[in-house]
């Protein structure tokens, strides 16, 4: 042990993740997050770990798609955002999605109940003390304006940042179910789920194209000048955005109809569906899937109602629009996430150029092992490139092309190139087939390299370090 703390500022999902991983090394951790002392235009509470966005942590399927391969390797690295995601899931198809009150107070129960994790209630307003030698920012996409400044100031770089959007919530007694019908795409069973885990709205032809213009026409939040030349990352777009880049554009997005058939009319196909996602664990709240959006809340009120089922609507919260900001990863940070112009500083989450939740809490997870081994005075491991960790953190240090570098989701696309399955008879497989094969060879080569990492790196299981539900 040592009696040096690691410092973390920030406590959204990756510097939670960090906190979590230094202490279970058995280095001390002092943790500051700003809130409430400094609020936020995005966040509703003071809790760690909150989800701004959507509840969602997207796929659950390890074998076939990249982000559940990150899931799964997560949760072998003892990972206390995956505990607590797995604890407070609620039905979402093939989807892991959260009740994110219930998620956030598992989070912050844990690290308020580990002996080494002290939570500061502060705002870091510039560079961190000379005397914090062993530091993690974790602060996100809505980094504070003067910490901010300052790490551009060392880095004498200019702002990357692009626009994030949120979807709105609907209180469930408010839809019509004499229109609305639950089923998941294709009746897939998901994590906690039985098939049936998501509220459908059926649209005609005229209902979507009316709906479609509605968008495009609608009264929308307005940009600053120093925010116009801000661009969109296309994981999150806003829904009118995307209407606006062709009329069909939704009917092959968040509002395809296939998979579904709706029980009320079951011989007419829908020409477009809206699906709602279960928000809490109780299943009164459900967000509309896809419908992140910059509308002002009047007019996404009036809009929304006019869909078939949500004619009575009633929202707890609409949607909105923050500035998301990150640095050039590629060119400030070396492989184990360090600033090359001050090492003693490390880098977490959204603020690296990752993009989504569960990508935000495994550069936290990794970030937390560096510095913890670190203060160890052990070797520093880094994860194989053929593992999702290894994957995205070679992508974000270094992997991508500095000059055109933007915030990327975990894929198959970043993992190292490996050739596709054969037949049996030793031919070579085609199409969807061969796709799916390369997939589980990738995620199958994965596993089998992620144990000696996570041998050479120690574990300290959850069911033996101080925590509590």
């Given at each position: 042990?040592?009696?040096?703390?690691?410092?973390?500022?920030?406590?959204?999902?990756?510097?939670?993740?960090?906190?979590?991983?230094?202490?279970?090394?058995?280095?001390?951790?002092?943790?500051h997050?700003?809130?409430?002392?400094?609020?936020?235009?995005?966040?509703?509470?003071d809790?760690?770990?909150?989800?701004?966005?959507?509840?969602?942590?997207?796929?659950?399927d390890?074998?076939?798609?990249?982000?559940?391969?990150?899931?799964?390797?997560?949760?072998?690295?003892?990972?206390?955002?995956?505990?607590?995601?797995?604890?407070?899931?609620?039905?979402?198809?093939?989807?892991?999605?959260?009740?994110?009150i219930?998620?956030?107070?598992?989070?912050?129960?844990?690290?308020?109940?580990?002996?080494l994790?002290?939570?500061?209630?502060?705002?870091?307003?510039?560079?961190?003390?000379?005397?914090?030698?062993?530091?993690?920012?974790?602060t996100g996409?809505?980094?504070?304006?003067?910490?901010?400044?300052?790490?551009?100031?060392?880095?004498?770089?200019?702002?990357?940042?692009?626009?994030?959007?949120?979807?709105?919530?609907?209180?469930?007694?408010?839809?019509?179910f004499?229109?609305?019908?639950?089923?998941?795409?294709?009746?897939?069973?998901?994590?906690?789920?039985?098939?049936?885990?998501?509220?459908?709205?059926?649209?005609?032809?005229?209902?979507?194209?009316?709906?479609?213009?509605?968008?495009?026409?609608?009264?929308?939040?307005?940009?600053?000048d120093?925010?116009?030349?801000?661009?969109?990352?296309?994981?999150?777009?806003?829904?009118?955005?995307?209407?606006?880049r062709?009329?069909?554009?939704?009917?092959?997005?968040?509002?395809?109809?296939?998979?579904?058939?709706?029980?009320?009319n079951?011989?007419?196909?829908?020409?477009?569906?809206v699906?709602?996602?279960?928000?809490?664990?109780?299943?009164?709240?459900?967000?509309m899937?896809?419908?992140?959006?910059?509308?002002?809340?009047?007019?996404?009120?009036?809009l929304?109602?006019?869909?078939?089922?949500l004619?009575?609507?009633?929202?707890?919260?609409?949607g909105?629009?923050?500035?998301?900001?990150f640095?050039?990863?590629?060119?400030?940070?070396?492989?184990t996430m360090?600033?090359?112009?001050?090492?003693?500083?490390?880098?977490?989450?959204?603020?690296t150029?990752?993009?989504?939740?569960?990508?935000?809490?495994?550069?936290?997870l990794?970030?937390?092992?560096?510095?913890?081994?670190?203060?160890?005075?052990k070797e520093?491991?880094?994860p194989?490139?053929?593992?999702?960790?290894?994957?995205?953190?070679?992508?974000?240090?270094?992997?991508?092309?500095?000059?055109?570098?933007q915030?990327?989701?975990?894929?198959?696309?970043?993992?190292?190139?490996?050739?596709?399955?054969?037949?049996?008879?030793?031919?070579?497989?085609?199409?969807?087939?061969?796709?799916r094969?390369?997939?589980?060879?990738?995620?199958?080569?994965?596993?089998?390299?992620?144990?000696?990492?996570?041998?050479?790196?120690g574990?300290?299981?959850?069911?033996?370090?101080?925590?509590?539900?």
């Amino acid at each position: 042990m040592t009696n040096k703390p690691v410092h973390i500022i920030g406590g959204g999902l990756a510097g939670s993740e960090a906190a979590w991983q230094v202490a279970s090394k058995g280095v001390p951790v002092v943790l500051h997050e700003m809130r409430p002392v400094r609020k936020t235009d995005a966040h509703e509470t003071d809790g760690l770990a909150e989800l701004v966005c959507s509840n969602s942590f997207r796929s659950d399927d390890a074998e076939n798609n990249a982000v559940g391969l990150l899931h799964q390797e997560m949760r072998r690295a003892n990972s206390i955002i995956m505990a607590a995601a797995d604890k407070n899931q609620v039905p979402a198809g093939g989807a892991l999605a959260v009740d994110r009150i219930g998620f956030s107070k598992a989070v912050q129960t844990m690290l308020e109940n580990h002996p080494l994790v002290t939570i500061e209630r502060e705002e870091i307003t510039g560079l961190p003390p000379a005397d914090w030698g062993n530091v993690i920012i974790a602060t996100g996409p809505l980094t504070s304006p003067d910490l901010g400044a300052a790490i551009l100031a060392l880095t004498g770089e200019t702002s990357l940042a692009f626009f994030d959007a949120i979807a709105p919530i609907i209180y469930k007694e408010s839809i019509n179910f004499d229109l609305a019908w639950f089923q998941s795409r294709y009746d897939k069973v998901g994590p906690g789920g039985d098939g049936k885990d998501y509220i459908n709205l059926p649209l005609d032809k005229a209902q979507y194209d009316a709906f479609v213009q509605g968008l495009i026409n609608g009264d929308k939040t307005e940009f600053r000048d120093w925010e116009k030349d801000t661009p969109y990352f296309d994981g999150c777009l806003p829904i009118e955005v995307m209407a606006e880049r062709g009329t069909e554009t939704l009917r092959h997005g968040p509002m395809k109809p296939v998979g579904l058939t709706n029980p009320h009319n079951p011989d007419v196909k829908p020409y477009a569906v809206v699906q709602l996602r279960q928000d809490n664990a109780i299943g009164t709240l459900y967000n509309m899937v896809g419908f992140q959006t910059k509308l002002k809340y009047g007019a996404q009120a009036e809009l929304f109602r006019t869909l078939p089922g949500l004619e009575n609507a009633e929202f707890a919260r609409l949607g909105g629009l923050h500035r998301n900001t990150f640095l050039n990863s590629p060119r400030l940070l070396d492989g184990t996430m360090r600033l090359k112009a001050d090492p003693r500083l490390r880098f977490a989450g959204q603020i690296t150029g990752v993009e989504g939740y569960v990508e935000s809490a495994a550069m936290g997870l990794l970030t937390g092992r560096f510095a913890a081994a670190e203060a160890l005075g052990k070797e520093l491991v880094t994860p194989p490139e053929t593992t999702a960790f290894g994957a995205l953190l070679s992508h974000i240090t270094g992997g991508a092309d500095a000059k055109t570098f933007q915030p990327m989701n975990v894929n198959f696309g970043l993992f190292p190139e490996m050739t596709a399955p054969k037949t049996e008879d030793g031919k070579r497989l085609r199409g969807k087939e061969r796709t799916r094969a390369k997939k589980r060879a990738i995620t199958a080569r994965a596993f089998e390299d992620l144990g000696p990492w996570l041998e050479a790196t120690g574990e300290i299981s959850l069911e033996e370090a101080p925590a509590a539900f």
